[in-house]
């Protein structure tokens, strides 16, 4: 299966920009890269996804380098409501999804 | 608009004990189905998936079991639960036509076992 690594964890300030970097260097040309975020005690939510191009939502920005062997989830202004672990995946052929460890973002006010 | 249910919330289970989990989903037809498993701290392991009624793909050998009696139903067994049970149980379904294929996750069900 395909692998991501992300960073453990990152802090930000309320207000300012958060940029999460994801790698997933061994990814195929039909994996999907997906974004969810998980608050405690609840199940992970959608955020974002790309296949190629960049993208933008109400929720992020997601920044996929040309190789695509890393992406870039962006928050724009980073709320307290955003602290949460983020985890990038990638969707494997048509059904499945393997969630890392994720990053731990803690944003301070 | 879709919805997804799964119970009970939490449960506290004897060892050896059976569990079943349940979870439902409304609004869409013929869902993939998945059950994840979290335990304290670590990030999501997918346990099951199901593409269609009675189609079960199991992601790791353990003491659970997975059945889609209906289109909408998949449920979550065990006949003799172990101490390393206990996690954060979560339910997910994502539509089975072609596309990004994103998740969509229940409240989940946090087993203890004792």
């Known amino acids: 299966d395909a692998k991501t690594t992300q960073p453990n964890s990152m802090e930000s300030n309320e207000e300012e920009p958060v940029h999460l970097p994801c790698n997933h260097s061994t990814i195929s040309g039909t994996d999907y890269i997906h974004w969810y975020r998980q608050l405690p005690s609840q199940g992970p939510e959608y955020v974002i996804h790309g296949l190629t191009s960049n993208v933008n939502n109400r929720m992020a920005s997601l920044a996929i380098a040309e190789d695509r062997k890393s992406s870039t989830l962006i928050l724009h202004r980073a709320t307290l409501r955003d602290a949460a672990v983020y985890y990038c995946?990638?969707?494997?052929?048509?059904?499945?999804?393997?969630f890392g460890a994720g990053t731990t973002v803690t944003v301070r006010a | 608009s879709q919805t997804i249910h799964q119970w009970p919330a939490t449960l506290v289970q004897p060892v050896g004990s059976p569990l079943s989990l349940e979870c439902t989903v409304e609004g869409t037809s013929n869902p993939n189905l998945y059950w994840y498993r979290q335990a304290a701290g670590r990030g999501l392991q997918l346990l099951f998936y199901?593409?269609?009624?009675?189609?079960i793909s199991s992601e790791v050998p353990q003491n659970l079991s997975a059945s889609r009696p209906q289109d909408r139903q998949f449920i979550l067994s065990s006949k003799k639960l172990l101490l390393s049970d206990s996690g954060f149980y979560l339910c997910?379904?994502?539509?089975?036509?072609?596309?990004?294929?994103?998740?969509?996750f229940g409240e989940g069900s946090r087993l203890t076992v004792l």
């Open positions: 199901s593409v269609g009624i009675g189609q």
């Open positions: 995946i990638l969707r494997i052929g048509d059904y499945k999804l393997s």
């Open positions: 997910a379904w994502s539509s089975l036509k072609g596309g990004p294929g994103e998740l969509f």
